[in-house]
């Protein structure tokens, strides 16, 4: 199922990168969305270098950031969508999402940042590609 969930992300992130821009994104109120469809709604995120590597997840009980440090569990400390995390040590961990533009399923968010902390107080920006979606829970 994990791996269905992962396919099914990986192509919309090359809709991401193929599909032009809208003129004017749509807002998309996934609270509402999933009380109302009952999908699961989620965000997911990759590094922008060539790499592409999956590094954000995120839905309403559960978020996840492999950081410099290696992968950790995040809190979120509002209702999803989150933007802001705390990390296991109580370090925030903020997401910016940027820019939204419309795409089939959801939206995508491709100059979004992930921002840490130094332990000398310096923000750390970790550029990322965030996809926004909503699946059913029929898979």
């Known amino acids: 199922m994990k791996f269905i ?3 099914f992300c990986l192509m919309g992130l090359s809709a991401c ?3 032009p821009t809208p003129s004017s994104p749509a807002n998309v109120d996934l609270k509402k969305m999933q009380s109302e469809t009952g999908e699961v709604c989620a965000l ?3 590094t922008t270098d060539n790499s592409r590597d999956f590094v954000f997840y995120s839905d309403e009980t559960t978020a996840r950031y492999d950081s410099v440090l290696g992968p950790v569990n995040l809190s979120a ?3 999803f969508p989150s933007l802001k995390y705390l990390d296991p040590s109580g370090d925030l961990v903020e997401l910016r ?3 939204g533009e419309s795409m089939d399923g959801g939206k995508r ?3 979004s940042q992930i921002v840490t902390q130094t332990e000398e107080g310096w923000d750390r920006f970790h550029p990322v ?6 699946l059913g829970n029929k898979l």
Do not use: D, F, N
């Open 5 to 7: 969930l992962l396919s």
């Open 17 to 19: 990168a193929t599909s």
């Open 44 to 46: 997911y995120g990759w």
């Open 77 to 79: 400390q509002s209702a």
């Open 97 to 99: 999402l940027g820019e």
């Open 109 to 111: 968010y491709p100059m």
């Open 129 to 134: 590609a965030i996809v926004q979606t909503c």
